[in-house]
């Protein structure tokens, strides 16, 4: 792709992986992705701000010998995770006089993962400032968004916040700016609800920090750029600091069709008292999906048979992956159905600690649904709208 610049002397040197489709062998990405580099020359000074993913270095070697760049004085690693920092080896070696610019603690994790050698590092505390002669950047330590050792780059001057994983996504787009609003909040969501969301109560602090800035354009490391930052500041704002909504996730399998019915009338049953429900069947669920779901619900609610007197392993996966990502559910509960017995119930729970949940009466049913059954349900439906009214969640 043609090198493109983003004011002058500030230009995005990045790659763009079309055909990635899966993350940390964990997290699918249905639209590819981005690594994006950004070279910034200053009238005494030049700036590579992050790399890229190694399988990927060479495009942005390229792009720097597109441009001509004989000489590079700081490689700014905002963040030490290998999407963004596994060409920095590659990048010292072809410019033997540059320094890794970074927070104390990303250059321990650097020095641990890359074996980059110590006297090849700067590193700079929570408004530090370096020049690049007639520009200024400023770096601002944001821990936990998402790792502990993440700060954010500001070019003073030009009023652009580089923030790496903070306001991205994976989003894969030969647009340099963000076009299309909903596809680029649904994909920013999607992004925050499968790696930013456990640090929510952090990220408010760090949005307060970014709050005294004047900013013109966002410059992420993953997906477009932001020539409009309210736009995805305030969207962050909403998951951060909002409440939950009158919603409950209900994700479920069902092997021979009793939890399927159990689900189908619970689902029902919610649905006419006004509730959302977000229904996902586990064997075709994207997680990503479904982690999106947990940012605004108020309730989760799992749906199981029980397989050798344990909760399905798909079950277990979800609860599991709600416990980790700490969505800010007020509310749980468990359907599903057992034929011989079992302890689904105390199991499911147990994987639930970091929730913070109050655990609605669940109700687990002996083989297929009966009508008493069907009362139970109701009963559940029932609770969880009182609940949920109490709390203001269906204003």
Known sequence: MKLREIKPGIYCVGAIDWDRRLFDSLIPLPDGTSYNSYLIRGSEKTALIDTVDPTMEQVLIDNLNGLGVKNIDYVIANHAEQDHSGSIPRVLEKYPKAKVVCTPRCKGMLIDMLLIPEDRFITVEDKETISLGDRTLEFIHAPWVHWPETMLTYLREDKVLFPCDFFGSHLATTDMYVT????????????????????????????????????????????????????????????????????????????????????????????????????????????????????????????????????????????????????????????????????????????????????????????????????????????????????????
Do not use: C
């Not at 966002?218 to 736009?231: E, L, Q």
């Not at 779901?293 to 397989?307: F, H, N, R, S, W």
């Open 180 to 395: 299309d609003e909903g596809q680029v909040y649904e994909a920013a969501k999607w992004y925050y609800a499968e790696i930013m969301m456990p640090f929510r109560t952090t990220i408010q602090k760090n949005l307060e920090k970014v709050k005294g800035y004047e900013i013109d354009i966002i410059a992420p490391s993953h997906g477009p750029m932001h020539d409009k930052p309210k736009f995805i500041v305030k969207a962050y704002h909403s998951w951060v600091f909002d409440g939950p909504k009158n919603i409950v996730v209900l994700p479920y399998i069902s092997m021979h069709g009793s939890t399927r019915k159990i689900v189908a009338y619970f689902v029902e049953a919610l649905a006419q008292r006004g509730v959302t429900v977000k229904q996902f069947d586990l064997t075709v669920t994207d997680i990503g999906k479904l982690a999106m779901a947990l940012v605004d619900a108020a309730t989760v609610v799992l749906g199981t048979p029980t397989v050798l007197a344990v909760p399905h392993p798909n079950v277990v996966y979800a609860a599991f992956l709600a416990n980790a990502l700490r969505p800010n559910l007020k509310f749980a509960s468990i359907i599903g159905s057992y034929g011989w017995g079992g302890k689904t119930v105390e199991q499911l729970t147990a994987l639930l600690p970091n929730l913070k949940v109050e655990l609605l009466e669940p109700v687990l049913i002996k083989g297929y649904p009966r009508e008493a059954d069907f009362k139970a349900l109701d009963s559940l439906a029932e609770a969880i709208v009182q609940k949920h009214k109490e709390h203001g969640f269906d204003e």
